[in-house]
């Protein structure tokens, strides 16, 4: 899987040339266009545009599936399920997030209507003070560690969710991310209920951080 993040064909032709040389293969399953909720979508739709290029590609054999990946505007994402040329959508779904751009109810049952693979990032919250950190990983994410076992339920437990991205950046968050996925299981209501009270007062305290919500 690779990004590109541009709204034009001519930029999204050097942005996958460069991920396929890089990852030195002729064919990549899954390109999302990235930032979706700070792209022009009049533009990313125009024929000169980043989705028609993917679609050629796609038509070509180079890549299988197009997706869309971000973490604001969700009415975004929305218009560009709306054209049926999406497979897989990616955003912010988390048990804070949910009370600031909520795109589990905003973006999932459009993705569901039509049968989109659906992936949620940023399931522990996100790094502490946003994009800013977001090289610094040792400011540590806003999920407790003795939190993140429900925080990865709450999102694998998504109807329609099937993948929970999670970003490691050393390799010993990475074998607990491992251990954590092999152990879930869906919560009870009653973690549930705990767990999305406490996301209703740690919202607060987050605010927009991904951009403007609409």
Excluded: W
Aim: hydrophobic share 35%; with cysteine; aromatic share 6%.
């Amino acid at each position: 899987m690779t990004k590109v993040s541009t709204d034009n064909s001519a930029r999204a032709e050097r942005s996958l040339s460069e991920s396929m040389r890089l990852l030195k293969t002729e064919q990549i399953d899954l390109v999302h266009i990235h930032s979706i909720g700070g792209k022009n979508i009049d533009r990313v739709l125009a024929n000169d545009g980043a989705l028609n290029y993917l679609l050629k590609q796609k038509e070509a054999g180079k890549i299988r599936f197009i997706g869309i990946s971000g973490h604001n505007r969700p009415p975004n994402f929305v218009r560009m399920l709306q054209t049926d040329q999406i497979d897989v959508v990616m955003c912010v779904m988390n048990y804070a997030d949910r009370n600031i751009y909520d795109f589990e109810s905003k973006v999932l049952p459009e993705a569901r209507r039509r049968n989109v693979g659906c992936v949620a990032m940023k399931v522990y919250v996100g790094i502490k003070g946003g994009f800013r950190n977001h090289r610094s990983g040792y400011v540590g994410c806003v999920t407790e560690p003795e939190r993140m076992p429900h925080a990865m339920s709450y999102a694998l437990d998504l109807e329609s969710v099937s993948v929970a991205v999670v970003g490691p950046y050393t390799v010993e968050q990475s074998i607990r991310n491992v251990e954590i996925a092999q152990k879930y299981k869906p919560l009870s209501a009653e973690q549930r209920n705990t767990l999305l009270e406490y996301g209703r007062k740690l919202a607060p305290t987050l605010g927009p951080r991904y951009g403007s919500v609409v």
